[in-house]
Nanobody, 114 residues
Framework: VQLVESGGGLVQPGGSLRLSCAASRSTFSIRSMGWYRQAPGKQRELVATITSGGTTNYADSVKGRFTISRDNAKNTVYLQMNSLKPEDTAVYYC?????????WGRGTQVTVSS
């Protein structure tokens, strides 16, 4: 499975962005898809995941601000990010777990700054 992220960019604090992750094949049966992020000098961390059944999981730091969703008809997973903070600045990576194999996209930069 190849994953391609898009939608990153520069946004002011309090602003919004929507990230997209397009998969190279049908996402209908992919057990879990999600978003991770890595800030400079820090380890990659989980942001949000969504299962094939629609169950979601979020990091405490983004609960109430970010929403993950998936559109299996478009083979795409989204991350709607609202009320962005400077500490959300990072490279955001799309992730898929398919038959116990993990796949990663190349990432998209999100910068929150005034």
């Amino acid at each position: 499975v190849q994953l391609v992220e898009s939608g990153g960019g520069l946004v002011q604090p309090g602003g919004s962005l929507r990230l997209s992750c397009a998969a190279s094949r049908s996402t209908f049966s992919i057990r879990s898809m999600g978003w991770y992020r890595q800030a400079p000098g820090k380890q990659r961390e989980l942001v949000a995941t969504i299962t094939s059944g629609g169950t979601t999981n979020y990091a405490d730091s983004v609960k109430g601000r970010f929403t993950i969703s998936r559109d299996n008809a478009k083979n795409t997973v989204y991350l709607q990010m609202n009320s962005l903070k400077p500490e959300d600045t990072a490279v955001y990576y799309c992730n898929a777990i398919d038959f116990a194999v993990k796949y990663w996209g190349r990432g998209t930069q999100v910068t929150v700054s005034s």
